[in-house]
């Protein structure tokens, strides 16, 4: 897989911010090579910064991938690239529990779109982030 492909991510670079039910959904990425990002992502209630979560989207030998380090989980989760556009991003990994499906959208380079999703006994539970760029 080629860089130029994955150079496609680097609108992400920066903060994103936005109202997520009773609090403020954060997340943040930074460039750290040609084949990596890695992104924080963390919801503020009430002044204290909970649900942190450790993420990276990285290039191997085998494709491009979304991991995903929460507490709720005992070891990092993997999605892989199945879309990619110059302004969207889909990874997917049926295996997980939840989500199995995250989506990410760029408009106007100042909003972000992220959606994760899954099926569940034939039901489609998502959730949906609108955020805006604040730096």
């Known amino acids: 897989m080629s860089k130029n492909k994955f150079e496609r991510f680097n609108w992400l670079i920066g903060q994103w ?17 040609e084949s990596e990002l890695k992104g924080k992502a963390y919801m503020i209630k ?10 990276n989207i990285h290039l191997d030998e085998t494709g491009i ?9 005992p070891t ?12 969207s991003f ?10 199995q499906k995250i989506s990410y959208e760029n ?3 100042q ?4 959606t994760v999703e899954a099926v569940k006994n034939g039901k ?10 604040i730096a």
Do not use: C, M
């Not at 909003?111 to 992220?114: C, E, R």
């Open 76 to 87: 990092p989760v993997s999605f892989k690239l199945t879309n990619l556009s110059d302004n």
């Open 124 to 133: 489609i539970k998502k959730i949906e982030y609108n955020l805006k760029r």
């Open 111 to 114: 909003f972000l779109f992220a």
């Open 46 to 55: 009430k002044g204290e910064i909970v649900n942190v979560e450790i993420l």
């Open 107 to 109: 408009k106007d380079n």
């Open 65 to 73: 991938f979304y991991t995903a380090d929460v507490s709720h989980n």
């Open 90 to 99: 889909i990874f997917e990994n049926p295996e997980h529990d939840f989500p």
């Open 17 to 33: 911010e936005g109202i997520q039910g009773a609090g403020i959904y954060h997340e943040e990425w930074k460039n750290v090579s």
